[in-house]
């Protein structure tokens, strides 16, 4: 079974920290992805990467950024945290090849004070 | 206009019936069709992936796709307490890096 595993499932922050989200892969996937999803907003895509060192900006990327700088693992960092990034922070892989699906870790509750 | 679309709900369906479960897209290109299980305060979980035209049963799970219709469902029978979740239809757009693009769910209340 695909395992995905995310750093922490609660967190909290102040406004103004820097924080990151890390999420580890154990299935030699090349996609990796990260969401936020928020009521009545569904998931929303923030970064994805398909290969070590490789990014895209999502449909929400600002005040984030990521880093991959090994296959298994991507991280999502929030430069400067603020109380509007208080949400569901959710990280997902998939294989490149095959229109495979996207299966996805327990989620990190983040709360901005 | 929303590119994928579902009911929000709640459906509200007796034990033992039939749910079922509908979502509309509007890429025409689309090549991959997922549906997820969602508990209150869980992730998504994958039930279903389809991506011919017609349905895929798996136990008591079956998902249809009408690709002339950009139409896809899922239909869940004998529906248990337990499959009260809410639920995510998730559509692959054509090109490469499986994006997926996901409803916002259809919530899903089975009454005992």
Known sequence: ?113 | QKEVEQNSGPLSVPEGAIASLNCTYSDRVSQSFFWYRQYSGKSPELIMSIYSNGDKEDGRFTAQLNKASQYVSLLIRDSQPSDSATYLCAVGLAGGYQKVTFGTGTKLQVIP
Not at chain 1, 21 to 39: A, G, I, S
Not at chain 1, 81 to 88: C, D, H, I, R, V
């Open chain 1, 1 to 113: 079974d695909v395992k995905v595993t995310q750093s922490s499932r609660y967190l909290v922050k102040r406004t103004g920290e820097k924080v990151f989200l890390e999420c580890v892969q154990d299935m030699d996937h090349e996609n990796m992805f990260w969401y936020r999803q928020d009521p009545g907003l569904g998931l929303r895509l923030i970064y994805f990467s398909y290969d070590v060192k490789m990014k895209e900006k999502g449909d929400i990327p600002e005040g984030y950024s990521v880093s991959r700088e090994k296959k298994e693992r991507f991280s999502l960092i929030l430069e400067s945290a603020s109380t509007n990034q208080t949400s569901m922070y959710l990280c997902a892989s998939s294989l490149i090849r095959g229109n495979q699906p996207q299966h996805f870790g327990d989620g990190t509750r983040l709360s901005i004070l």
